[in-house]
């Protein structure tokens, strides 16, 4: 039996569309115990959503199919388990915080409503008890006048407000594992601190494991016990986040970091960013996904998939330069080592 | 002769009637102008109003009260005609990618309608070229021309809606959380483009965004707002080195730092207290229940917006 709460191995997601079969998803491993968090953080486009909806089995199929590997969930095996059998697992084990709130909201019915049949569904309790929990929620998550929240239809909310109402919901139910896809990305950073603190709050409270997807690297630091950086449908790096922001091996972690805002760089008005576009995922490139954008792209790259590397028990890396007969490069960092990001990003005080 | 500013709000209010004798005052009497060629930054808690400003600006709301002044041109009396004009030149980048696409067109249809609306290009195969040239130049590969929304993921889909507002060389953009869902080296790119489109073609922005490290890369000028309100507004770099409304303190220190060990240290002021509503809001300022300099005025009288000095404004009755 697994010693991991969750366990997703290899796991191969495709969509077949007219054009061609999309290989969204390509051999993703990663495991989560409980009350941890993981944070994934990729480019936009590169399987993150498709990996945790597939966890919960919300892709359609088709035009979605799951071409292999395995989801290990307390030890046992969701990957051939029908829509029904899931349904089990659905809000009670895990629950989902979807990135896009209008779609993922029924707008025909009253928000409040939404969230206390989701209770009743998955909670023993009454009515009552489900309404009163549900207004709670809604004032936990900082939504003004919760009572008449409750009554309201979605399009009469703010874009932020539909999202607190979705993460009231996902939180409601008390889930063994949180997925939350872009949770605050469509909130203000008041807000967002908030619902940070109410997510770290109901994890030491119920033991709530949380898979965090964010483009946000300062919702990262703060949260994060471990973090897994994807690129075109792989995790290309993962570890701990003091081996993801101190020492990066990946190039495109690289990338990632250098191109969050320089605040000190406020006059010179070109940000980096990483060059080119992410392969097509119709027809993947056999070496290196990264390598046509990759500076440091080296002959073997272009023919063989790297391997990943373990640097430490934690931290691992998919890329040639970590190999002994690579040449030594030395990354984009900073002095201190830090990749120009220290004091980048939150020091606006 | 062209004004310096191609765009001034006078007054401005957009009310919602939420039921029965309630009013939900979304945008409550704001003023601001923006330079051409320039970038106004506008931040704030969610639900105070942003949305609201920019439909408004572009005509997908009408005012309750208040000039919207466009080029010199008052967009509240413009008639049929001259309104298609102006909608052409003020394009609006939604926040929410999911809901603004349709989705029965396919991405090269959607980019390609509103050079159709205002006869750009002389043919299909014209129109084409120009849908191919915008997809690369948001980064996206001429391929997915012919894909649907859905077959997108968050990030792309922004992309589109993107490639769809410049399609048709407007003057000014209202980009409202244009760049959230994208990943950071795709902000940056994006961000690097409108701003090459504003050195090269004088484009003028409104950017509403959360993330305040890119509102203040990107802004010549910021507005916060709060409720309905406008609370603070100054130039450059005034308003993050030396906010002065409560709100914008608080806002600013609840600013992520994406740097684990610092982060491990920051202690985030959480705003405590209720958070008014804004359904018929009571005189006095909007913050004071969860303002932690709030005296007894606070509670009464709502206060105005000041020069606190060179051009720096801030509404609130206890600025030291
Ligand atoms: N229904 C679908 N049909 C075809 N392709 C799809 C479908 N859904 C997703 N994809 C493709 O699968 C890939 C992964 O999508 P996914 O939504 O997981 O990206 P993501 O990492 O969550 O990106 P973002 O950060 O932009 O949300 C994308 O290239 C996308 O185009
Ligand atoms: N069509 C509508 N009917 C009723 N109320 C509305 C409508 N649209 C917006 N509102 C209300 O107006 C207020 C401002 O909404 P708006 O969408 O402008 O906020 P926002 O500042 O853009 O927030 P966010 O950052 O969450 O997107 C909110 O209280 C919202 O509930
Ligand atoms: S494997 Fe090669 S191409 Fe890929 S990231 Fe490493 S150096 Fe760059
Ligand atoms: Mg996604
Ligand atoms: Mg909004």
């Given at each position: 039996?697994?010693?991991?709460l969750?366990?997703?191995?290899?796991?191969?997601?495709?969509?077949?569309?007219?054009?061609?079969?999309v290989?969204?998803?390509?051999g993703?491993?990663?495991?989560?115990?409980?009350?941890?968090?993981?944070?994934?953080?990729?480019e936009?486009?590169?399987?993150?959503?498709v990996?945790?909806?597939?966890?919960?089995?919300?892709?359609?199929?088709?035009?979605?199919?799951?071409?292999g590997?395995?989801?290990?969930?307390?030890?046992?095996?969701?990957?051939?388990?029908?829509?029904?059998?899931?349904?089990?697992?659905?809000?009670k084990?895990?629950?989902?915080?979807?990135?896009?709130?209008?779609?993922?909201?029924?707008?025909?019915?009253r928000?409040?409503?939404?969230?206390?049949?989701?209770?009743?569904?998955?909670?023993?309790?009454?009515?009552?008890?489900?309404k009163?929990?549900?207004?709670?929620?809604?004032?936990?998550?900082?939504?003004?006048?919760?009572?008449?929240?409750?009554?309201?239809?979605?399009?009469?909310?703010?874009?932020?407000?539909?999202?607190?109402?979705?993460?009231?919901?996902?939180?409601?139910?008390?889930?063994?594992?949180?997925?939350?896809?872009?949770?605050?990305?469509?909130?203000?950073?008041?807000?967002?601190?908030?619902?940070?603190?109410?997510?770290?709050?109901?994890k030491?409270?119920?033991?709530?494991?949380?898979i965090?997807?964010?483009?946000?690297?300062?919702?990262?630091?703060?949260?994060?016990?471990?973090?897994?950086?994807?690129?075109?449908?792989?995790?290309?790096e993962r570890?701990?986040?003091?081996?993801?922001?101190?020492?990066?091996?990946?190039?495109?972690?690289?990338?990632?970091?250098?191109?969050?805002?320089?605040?000190?760089?406020?006059?010179?008005?070109k940000?980096?960013?990483?060059?080119?576009?992410?392969?097509?995922?119709?027809?993947?490139?056999?070496?290196c996904?990264?390598?046509?954008?990759?500076?440091?792209?080296?002959?073997?790259?272009?023919?063989h998939?790297?391997?990943?590397f373990?640097?430490?028990?934690?931290?691992?890396?998919?890329?040639?330069?970590?190999?002994?007969?690579?040449?030594?490069?030395?990354?984009?960092?900073?002095?201190d080592?830090?990749?120009?990001?220290?004091?980048?990003?939150?020091?606006?005080v | 002769?062209?004004?310096?500013?191609?765009?001034?709000?006078?007054n401005?209010?957009?009310?919602?009637?939420?039921?029965p004798?309630?009013?939900?005052?979304?945008?409550?009497?704001?003023?601001?102008?923006?330079?051409?060629g320039?970038?106004?930054?506008?931040?704030?808690?969610s639900?105070?109003?942003?949305?609201?400003?920019?439909?408004?600006?572009v005509?997908?709301?009408?005012?309750?009260?208040?000039?919207?002044?466009?080029?010199?041109?008052?967009?509240?009396?413009?008639?049929?005609?001259?309104?298609?004009?102006?909608?052409?030149?003020?394009?609006?980048?939604?926040?929410?990618?999911?809901?603004?696409?349709?989705?029965?067109?396919?991405?090269?249809?959607?980019i390609?309608?509103?050079?159709?609306?205002?006869?750009?290009?002389?043919?299909?195969?014209?129109?084409?070229?120009?849908?191919?040239?915008?997809?690369?130049?948001?980064?996206?590969?001429?391929e997915?021309?012919?894909?649907?929304?859905?077959?997108f993921?968050?990030?792309?889909?922004?992309r589109?809606?993107?490639?769809?507002?410049?399609?048709?060389?407007?003057?000014?953009?209202?980009?409202?959380?244009?760049i959230?869902?994208?990943?950071?080296?795709?902000?940056?790119?994006?961000?690097?483009?409108?701003?090459?489109?504003?050195?090269?073609?004088?484009l003028?922005?409104?950017?509403?965004?959360?993330?305040?490290?890119?509102?203040?890369?990107?802004?010549?000028?910021?507005?916060?707002?709060?409720?309905?309100?406008?609370?603070?507004?100054?130039?450059?770099?005034?308003v993050?080195s030396?906010?002065?409304?409560?709100?914008?303190?608080?806002?600013?220190?609840?600013?992520?730092?994406?740097?684990?060990?610092?982060?491990r240290?920051?202690?985030?002021?959480?705003?405590?207290?209720?958070?008014?509503?804004?359904?018929?809001?009571?005189?006095g300022?909007?913050?004071?229940?969860?303002?932690?300099?709030?005296?007894?005025?606070?509670?009464?009288?709502?206060?105005?917006?000041?020069?606190?000095?060179?051009?720096?404004?801030?509404?609130?009755?206890?600025?030291?």
């Amino acid at each position: 039996m697994s010693k991991h709460l969750l366990e997703v191995k290899d796991l191969y997601v495709s969509f077949d569309t007219y054009a061609g079969e999309v290989q969204a998803v390509r051999g993703v491993d990663f495991t989560l115990d409980g009350g941890e968090t993981l944070a994934i953080v990729g480019e936009s486009g590169c399987g993150k959503s498709v990996t945790v909806q597939t966890i919960m089995k919300l892709n359609p199929e088709p035009p979605s199919r799951i071409k292999g590997g395995s989801i290990l969930y307390r030890g046992e095996e969701l990957i051939n388990k029908t829509n029904r059998e899931m349904q089990a697992y659905r809000g009670k084990e895990f629950s989902m915080i979807f990135q896009d709130s209008m779609t993922s909201l029924n707008p025909t019915m009253r928000v409040g409503r939404q969230i206390s049949e989701a209770i009743l569904k998955h909670r023993k309790m009454d009515r009552k008890e489900a309404k009163k929990l549900a207004v709670e929620m809604l004032a936990k998550v900082g939504l003004p006048n919760p009572d008449k929240c409750y009554r309201q239809y979605p399009h009469t909310l703010s874009g932020g407000m539909r999202q607190r109402v979705m993460i009231a919901m996902a939180l409601s139910c008390e889930p063994a594992i949180l997925l939350a896809d872009e949770p605050t990305t469509a909130l203000d950073v008041t807000t967002q601190a908030q619902i940070l603190e109410l997510m770290k709050e109901i994890k030491e409270r119920t033991g709530t494991s949380i898979i965090l997807i964010t483009h946000n690297l300062g919702v990262v630091s703060r949260m994060a016990d471990r973090i897994a950086i994807m690129y075109a449908g792989k995790i290309v790096e993962r570890g701990l986040p003091d081996d993801i922001f101190y020492r990066p091996k990946h190039p495109y972690t690289w990338g990632l970091l250098g191109s969050m805002p320089d605040m000190s760089l406020r006059t010179d008005r070109k940000l980096t960013s990483i060059p080119g576009t992410p392969p097509d995922l119709f027809a993947p490139p056999e070496g290196c996904a990264f390598a046509s954008r990759c500076p440091y792209c080296m002959h073997v790259c272009l023919k063989h998939e790297p391997p990943v590397f373990d640097m430490s028990e934690e931290h691992q890396s998919a890329c040639w330069l970590i190999d002994s007969r690579a040449e030594m490069v030395v990354p984009p960092l900073g002095e201190d080592k830090t990749l120009r990001v220290k004091g980048r990003g939150g020091h606006v005080v | 002769m062209l004004s310096e500013q191609i765009l001034e709000v006078k007054n401005l209010k957009k009310y919602f009637d939420v039921g029965p004798r309630q009013v939900l005052k979304a945008v409550d009497d704001i003023s601001f102008s923006i330079k051409r060629g320039s970038t106004l930054g506008l931040v704030g808690e969610s639900g105070c109003g942003k949305t609201t400003v920019g439909r408004t600006l572009v005509s997908l709301y009408e005012a309750d009260g208040g000039e919207i002044i466009f080029d010199g041109k008052d967009i509240m009396s413009a008639n049929k005609k001259e309104l298609k004009q102006l909608t052409r030149r003020m394009q609006m980048i939604y926040q929410d990618p999911y809901a603004s696409l349709n989705p029965f067109f396919t991405v090269g249809e959607i980019i390609s309608e509103g050079l159709i609306i205002h006869k750009i290009g002389a043919n299909k195969k014209e129109r084409m070229e120009i849908v191919y040239e915008l997809l690369e130049l948001v980064g996206l590969h001429r391929e997915h021309a012919n894909r649907f929304p859905h077959e997108f993921s968050g990030g792309q889909r922004q992309r589109v809606g993107i490639a769809r507002s410049l399609a048709v060389e407007p003057e000014f953009i209202v980009c409202d959380e244009a760049i959230s869902a994208l990943d950071v080296s795709i902000q940056a790119q994006i961000v690097n483009l409108l701003v090459d489109f504003q050195d090269k073609m004088g484009l003028t922005y409104l950017f509403i965004a959360h993330d305040l490290s890119m509102v203040r890369y990107i802004s010549d000028r910021t507005a916060v707002m709060y409720l309905g309100k406008l609370v603070e507004l100054g130039d450059g770099d005034e308003v993050y080195s030396h906010p002065v409304h409560p709100y914008t303190q608080g806002l600013l220190s609840a600013v992520p730092i994406a740097d684990p060990r610092r982060e491990r240290s920051h202690k985030v002021q959480l705003l405590e207290g209720e958070v008014q509503s804004p359904i018929n809001p009571k005189p006095g300022c909007r913050f004071f229940k969860r303002c932690p300099k709030a005296t007894g005025i606070c509670s009464e009288v709502t206060p105005e917006l000041i020069d606190v000095g060179s051009g720096h404004m801030a509404a609130c009755h206890n600025i030291d």
